[in-house]
């Protein structure tokens, strides 16, 4: 669920409205937490977890907002068990729901 000044857009499809949405014009932060968990193959999860990013950041590109994607562990794939992970391991998601997270996160880093 993303909440701008009041405004829920429940779905990534339907967040390309902010930029137009009254009061948007002076939000400073957009959290995108928004995400398909239970994805039924890898190109629904790419359709609506990277590509739904990517409609997003567009769609606030004029806002002038920082963008802030929550993502998931599962970008990152699992740890060996009493090792977790430190964050300098290259991502090896094993999953279609982290592949299409860690494909967000690239989506990200490229427009920023």
């Given amino acids: 669920m993303i909440v701008v000044r009041g405004i829920s857009t429940p779905t990534i499809a339907t967040a390309i409205a ?3 949405a009254p009061g948007t014009r002076d939000v400073g932060v957009i959290y995108h937490v928004a995400g398909l968990v239970a994805v039924q193959n890898e190109a629904a999860g790419m359709a609506v977890n990277r590509d739904g ?4 950041l567009e769609a606030a590109g004029d806002t002038g907002a920082r963008f802030v994607l929550v993502s998931s562990l599962a970008a990152a794939g699992p740890s060996v068990p009493g090792h977790p992970l ?3 391991e290259p991502p090896a998601p094993v999953t279609a729901y982290g592949r299409s997270k860690l494909a967000a996160e690239t989506v990200v880093r490229q427009a920023s």
């Fill in 53 to 56: 990013t990517a409609r997003l």
């Fill in 86 to 88: 430190n964050g300098t």
């Fill in 18 to 20: 902010i930029p137009a």
